[in-house]
């Protein structure tokens, strides 16, 4: 640990597994003190043995309980927010019901985390907001990821609005677009694929591998830093050369 966020205190959504798991974890080993939620329980539970101070089960599409967890956990100088659902197939595919899903769990919920944290980082005097997009949606379209890439690309925008209203404030709002990541999430579409799944995922990689959930972790622990003081409103594309 070499305390890049000694002192700071981190509030995570979707933390019991990939991506956000990851950063809470780096965000403990970093010295902050961390409190992680999620809807699966157990894959919290087993967050104490990382060094993650507090856990919650936290459903990110109810407004209420977002808000009640914010008073309940006060001022943050971190919100990460993970939570996020990949749906497969075109517009053809999507029903009404499929896009209200994925907008409200993948954009929605920051809105309602964003909203809930804020006025306390306003009083505070500053804060970082990393948002996990996608480089799909954002940087460039990939097939059978119509409403995905749609929310993801709403990801950017909602940054973008938070880090434009706040400036003069110390907020500080950034979004992190990730390619082919290796995650739970990831590999049970890669299995429901059918054999060959995973390969299927690696060969469309430039640098032939998956990333992987801990190095998304090393950029959303710059961007909750004071390292990245000088830093707002960006899209920060890590995919390991897809989008060139």
Known sequence: MSGRLKGKRAFVTAAAAGIGRASAVAFAREGASVFATD???KGLASLATEGVNDVARLDARDSAAVAAMAKRVGAVDILLNAAGFVHHGTVLDCSDEDWDFSFD?????????IRSFLPAMLERGGGSIVNISSAAGVFKAAPNRYVY???KAAVAALTRSV???FI???????CICPGTIETPSMLGRAAAAGPGGREMFIARQPMG???????????AVYLA????????GVAHVIDGGWTL
């Open 39 to 41: 809807i699966d329980e």
């Open 105 to 113: 769990l993948n954009v929605k919920s920051m809105h309602r985390t």
């Open 149 to 151: 890439g749609a929310t």
């Open 163 to 165: 880090a434009a209203d």
């Open 168 to 174: 003069t404030k110390g907020i500080r709002c950034n």
């Open 209 to 219: 591998r998956l990333g992987t959930a801990e190095e998304i972790a090393l950029l």
């Open 225 to 232: 830093s004071d390292e990245s003081a000088f830093t707002t």
